[in-house]
């Protein structure tokens, strides 16, 4: 289906263990963004991307890693994952001012 | 510090009335701004955007205004439904050649039956 997908949808991890969220979208946007939602703070920039091997930091990006090998995926790991990044987060793309969002992954860190 | 600020989390709006959502904001270096409205478990969906060169951009009942000189913007829903119920960010980018946003905290409208 066309659109930007994330996977998975749900998560629920434990303190200290890798996580990878994953983001699809197949309008071949060159920007790509990771934003992460938590009740009193709004939607946050964590990395956002430009086009494929480019990558920057956002407002909140200790903590995660992301990679950008193929213009359409946008992963974002969780090296050790402590119990403050639990929220929910969502990826975006972007060819020009409009960003669309895909649907979220709630993610849990036990 | 919050670039952009929903001061009012929530709001409570009759069905067929005007709801007027607002959005502040400190830098006078954004240059474009956006709606977003969201409904729980999905993502925010694009609403509406304006330019900093506008005052002004409609879209059906959708109408956002800015005012630059006091770094405000709002979004107006007229007549109000009850499906437009959901959280509303404002978001606003630099010009600084990049697609980044900042976003506000949100703004939960109800719009009663």
């Known amino acids: 289906d066309a659109g930007i997908t994330q996977s998975p949808r749900y998560k629920i991890t434990e303190t200290g263990r890798q996580v990878t969220l994953m983001c699809h979208q197949t309008w071949s946007h060159s920007y790509m963004f990771w934003y992460r939602q938590d009740l009193g703070h709004g939607l946050r920039l964590i990395y956002y991307?430009?086009?494929?091997?480019?990558?920057d930091k956002g407002e909140v990006p200790d903590g995660y890693v992301v990679s950008r090998s193929k213009t359409e995926n946008f992963p974002l790991t969780l090296e050790s994952a402590t119990r403050s990044q639990t929220s929910v987060y969502f990826c975006?793309?972007?060819?020009?001012?409009?960003?669309?969002f895909g649907p979220g992954t709630r993610l849990t860190v036990l | 510090d919050q670039q952009v600020k929903q001061n009012s989390p929530s709001l409570s709006v009759q069905e067929g009335r005007i709801s007027i959502l607002n959005c502040d904001y400190t830098?006078?270096?954004?240059?474009?701004f956006l709606w977003y409205k969201k409904y729980p478990a999905e993502g925010p969906t694009f609403l509406i955007s304006i330019s900093s060169i506008k005052d002004k951009n409609e879209d059906g009942r959708f109408t956002v205004f800015l005012n630059k000189s006091a770094k405000h913007l709002s979004l107006h829903i007229v007549p109000s439904q009850p499906g437009d119920s959901a959280v509303y960010f404002c978001?606003?980018?630099?010009?600084?050649?990049?697609?980044?946003?900042?976003f506000g905290t949100g703004t939960r409208l109800k719009v009663l039956a």
């Open positions: 978001a606003a980018k630099l010009t600084s050649g990049t697609y980044k946003y900042i």
């Open positions: 991307s430009a086009a494929a091997d480019i990558t």
């Open positions: 830098n006078s270096m954004f240059d474009y």
């Open positions: 975006a793309s972007s060819e020009d001012e409009t960003q669309y």
